[in-house]
């Protein structure tokens, strides 16, 4: 039991550790896609993740709902949408969608950024408690939505 508790607890951190270096990590992901791949398609995209965030944060002000007592931030802004799920449903929509055509990588890249998201999320809520269920599932739908809206209008554009 020593052995599943310190396990527990390694994972924990770990969880954690992901969700407070989740921002430079997409920032940093999302840069490398740019200068990689420069064209109109990253543009868009890159455009539409700006608009996601925009979005977010306008509701944010307009909800007015705070953040979890229990949260650190709490004080500090409000948490409906969280602005991570927000972020994060929006680059893993477009990574679902904008992935190598080798299906292997394409599958293997889609699972790994699943289980990222999902692991950051997770801790958003459970870990950290600096948000709700209800303002995670309100940031990932929103970032959901804004990626869909982006990609349909990628291609009727192209």
Request: proline share 2%; glycine share 4%; net charge positive.
């Amino acid at each position: 039991t020593m052995a599943l508790h310190a396990s527990a607890r390694a994972l924990q951190t770990l969880l954690v550790w992901l969700s407070d270096n989740c921002a430079w990590m997409v920032k940093s992901a999302t840069a490398l896609n740019v200068v990689a791949q420069f064209n109109l398609t990253t543009l868009l995209i890159f455009c539409g993740a700006i608009a996601s965030a925009l979005i977010g944060k306008t509701l944010k002000v307009l909800i007015n709902t705070k953040r979890p007592l229990t949260s650190d931030k709490h004080t500090e802004d409000n948490g409906m949408p969280s602005s991570h799920a927000t972020a994060l449903s929006y680059w893993l929509t477009t990574i679902w969608v904008y992935t190598p055509a080798n299906w292997r990588a394409r599958l293997a890249l889609c699972l790994i950024a699943t289980v990222y998201v999902s692991a950051v999320l997770y801790a958003r809520v459970f870990l950290q408690c600096h948000h709700t269920i209800d303002q995670v599932a309100a940031g990932a739908v929103l970032g959901t939505t804004c990626a869909s809206l982006a990609i349909t209008l990628l291609n009727d554009l192209l």
